[in-house]
Nanobody, 124 residues
Framework: QVQLLESGGGLVRTGGSLRLSCVAS????????LAWFRQAPREQLEFVAA????????DYSDSVKGRFTVSKDIDKNTMYLQMNSLKPEDTAVYYC?????????????????WGQGTQVTVSS
């Protein structure tokens, strides 16, 4: 059973940066797809970014493209989300997700494993 644990959230001012981490336990990532989603208060879960664990393939939502970067550390079995130029509308609980195949997508139902979330708050 894969367990995902996010960390790195916090309070930051507009224009600031944060780096979120998602570490997996239970097994080592292989030819899998991983993603970041977020949920703002009173909003639906929203796709943020995705990546294939093997290779360089990534995808981003239009709202974060150019500001956020997803990356990985294979040795640490950890995925990251570097968030720059943060805006108040980025305020949300951020979740990492994973699936047992390499094809990622923006649909939450594609992903089998989820973390508990980490809060990101951007003040204006």
């Amino acid at each position: 059973q894969v367990q995902l644990l996010e960390s790195g959230g916090g309070l930051v001012r507009t224009g600031g940066s944060l780096r979120l981490s998602c570490v997996a336990s239970g097994r080592t990532f292989g030819d899998d797809a991983l993603a970041w989603f977020r949920q703002a208060p009173r909003e639906q879960l929203e796709f943020v970014a995705a990546m294939r664990w093997i290779g360089m393939s990534t995808d981003y939502s239009d709202s974060v493209k150019g500001r956020f970067t997803v990356s990985k550390d294979i040795d640490k079995n950890t995925m990251y989300l570097q968030m720059n130029s943060l805006k108040p509308e980025d305020t949300a609980v951020y979740y990492c997700a994973a699936k047992n195949s390499p094809v990622y997508g923006t649909n939450r139902y594609l992903y089998e494993y989820w973390g508990q979330g980490t809060q990101v708050t951007v003040s204006s």
